[in-house]
């Protein structure tokens, strides 16, 4: 039996919509991809600078340190910094590496607080730029 025009018709037309949904279904998987991609790249840009501000943080704490004795809220100052910008950090990422450098570097501020909150106007700040040079690493790589 021969297949009539109008089946022909209905077949071609029905290939022709699965044929554009099909487009359509990849055109927004790959839309989704590229956004994914973009949402990466903001993400590792926002860790890069909130580690670089943090640096400049870990910078304005040793010199706190070393001028503690002249003004001594410098230092919760610098640490209060240090505690704002990892909590950016901490919000806009789900990289196991950098979530355990902010760790370190939360815990390492915590002993300086504790260092201070036990009367140590010069606490060692070495844990803290350590953590701090760890986080940068892990944003940059």
Do not use: F, H, W, Y
């Not at 860790?47 to 400049?56: F, G, R, S």
């Not at 004795?69 to 209060?80: E, F, H, I, K």
């Not at 240090?82 to 355990?100: E, S």
Request: one cysteine or more.
């Amino acid at each position: 039996m021969a297949v009539s025009r109008g089946r022909r018709r209905s077949r071609s037309l029905r290939s022709r919509r699965i044929a554009i949904a099909l487009t359509a279904v990849a055109a927004v998987g790959l839309t989704a991809g590229l956004t994914t991609g973009c949402d990466a790249v903001n993400k590792a840009m926002d860790c890069v600078q909130t580690a670089d501000t943090i640096a400049d943080s870990v910078t304005n704490l040793q010199q706190a340190v070393e001028n503690a004795s002249n003004d001594p809220t410098q230092l919760d100052q610098s640490l209060a910094s240090i505690d704002k910008n990892l909590d950016k950090i901490g919000d806009k990422t789900d990289n196991a590496d950098v979530n355990k450098a902010v760790d370190d570097l939360n815990k390492a501020v915590a002993n300086v607080r504790t260092a201070i909150k036990n009367g140590d106007n010069t606490p060692d700040v070495s844990p803290v730029t350590d953590a701090a040079g760890e986080l940068t690493k892990v944003c940059t790589s």
